[in-house]
């Protein structure tokens, strides 16, 4: 199926506004729009069956728990892994933060996690919080810094200490794509905890846990058209009945004594407290939008968006335009970083902008929306050789013009801010 970007932004009701005041968003590795479906199940649920989950025997009671138990199915069906191995956490961030938090547990506390120069701060820094607080290692291994990441990579880095590896399936810089699977089986092989960080995957392309063979995954519902406040942490069942529990409080108990307590089935025992209930019913409608265009279009869709993005710079030629990343569209996600600079230079003024000032140009001359920065991934931004970059992402809604337009500012602030 070819995508049909005027339908797809048909859903959108934000779009009305964007082609009302010139706006071309393509910050979508950042987060992504909402279609009228997501905002209108959220909009359903409170004006038809709020209430609390899991505790009222009445009608609303059990309506909302019924949705948020289905949402849950929905959800955890589309990277094939059942209900029981789905936990709703707020966010990628979060779900990274439990693995790090309690793996360990598992692992022994004299044990090395290896992660690599890739991730964004959610996979580095929750394990180097872990590293000081039970005493494990995080190493960081020596991957190069632009392509894919290898099987011999990991294995160079391991050691007998290592008990977890801790990688992201597509890099939020380079958009490269790494092939775990084969990873994961090896490390299986060895005994070694597989973690994976989906949350610039599982938005752009089939992932099934049981292919990647994983021990735990995260994702961001924010990223895939779903709300705020709503991600996943799937978890092998054996993997999330063994760890510890993350947070106490209600929900995630069976009974509670005054001097212990029992813990809930899996997935509740790592759900305290209320839950994020319209959040999940959301994403779940984010989910049939996209399992209604599947996720092979969505993919197919991105490969071309980006294959067109590499194949106009190369026709613009625009003098200082420098991008990173694999060119293989293969193993490229939407994702297109770049800095303006001539020659290596990033000191001299007319031979840099900086890439705060290529997103606040290309918003004023064609209404382009980028970002800047280091992209919350610092070790990666500095293994690039350079402290900040700019940033074009796309999703199903972007389509030829809009790479066209930002290739117009950046031609422009080109021949305005370079000498
Ligand atoms: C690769 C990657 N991992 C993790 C995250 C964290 O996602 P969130 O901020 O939704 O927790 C991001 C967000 O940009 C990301 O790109």
Redesign the pocket.
């Known amino acids: 199926m070819h995508i049909d970007v005027e339908e797809i932004r048909s859903h959108f009701p934000i779009f009305e506004r964007f082609s009302r005041d010139n706006i071309i968003y393509l910050d979508n590795?950042?987060?992504t729009q909402k279609p009228r479906e997501v905002v209108e199940a959220i909009t359903s649920f409170y004006y038809n069956s709020n209430s609390n989950v899991h505790r009222g025997v009445y009608r609303t009671g059990e309506e909302a728990s019924e949705l948020y138990n289905h949402s849950r199915e929905n959800i955890a069906g589309f990277i094939g892994a059942s209900p029981d191995e789905l936990v709703f956490v707020?966010?990628?961030?979060?779900?990274?933060n439990i693995a790090a938090t309690c793996l360990p547990e598992l692992a022994g506390k004299d044990s090395e996690v290896l992660i690599s120069r890739m991730?964004?701060?959610?996979?580095i820094v929750p394990w180097q919080i872990a590293s000081k607080r039970v005493g494990i290692t995080t190493k960081m291994m020596e991957n190069m810094p632009e392509r894919q990441i290898t099987w011999e990579d990991v294995e160079k880095n391991l050691t007998e200490k290592t008990r977890i590896v801790s990688l992201?399936q597509?890099?939020?810089i380079l958009g490269t794509i790494n092939d775990l699977s084969e990873i994961g089986r090896k490390l299986h092989e060895r005994g070694i905890f597989f973690v994976v960080?989906a949350?610039?995957s599982v938005p752009h392309m089939k992932v099934d846990v049981r292919s990647l063979n994983c021990d735990l995954l995260?994702f961001?519902g924010?990223?895939m058209m779903g709300p705020?406040g709503i991600?996943c942490l799937y978890g092998r069942k054996e993997i999330l009945e063994k760890m510890p529990p993350y947070m106490g409080g209600g929900e995630m108990i069976k009974e509670v004594f005054e001097d212990r307590f029992t813990m809930a089935d899996v997935p509740l025992k790592y759900e305290a407290g209320t839950p994020n209930i319209e959040g999940a019913i959301g994403l779940s409608a984010a989910v049939d939008f996209l399992k209604k265009i599947g996720m092979e279009n969505v993919r197919e869709h991105e490969r071309e968006l980006i294959k067109y993005t590499l194949d106009l710079e190369s026709e613009r030629k625009i003098q200082s335009l420098h991008s990173y990343g694999p060119r293989n569209p293969l193993i490229r996600a939407g994702i297109y970083t770049f800095q303006l600079k001539k020659g290596d230079s990033e000191k001299s003024y007319g031979n840099y902008v900086h890439p705060h000032d290529i997103s606040h140009l290309a918003d004023r001359i064609k209404g382009v929306e980028i970002r800047s920065g280091h992209?919350?991934?610092m070790p990666q931004t500095l293994a690039l050789g350079t402290y900040a970059t700019a940033r074009a992402s796309f999703y199903i809604y972007n389509d030829h013009k809009d790479v066209e337009a930002l290739f117009d500012a950046l031609q422009s602030i080109d021949r305005k801010m370079i000498a």
């Open positions: 590795a950042a987060t707020r966010n990628a961030t979060e779900a990274l991730e964004h701060h959610s996979n992201s597509c890099s939020n960080d949350a610039q995260a961001s924010h990223k705020s991600g992209h919350c991934a």
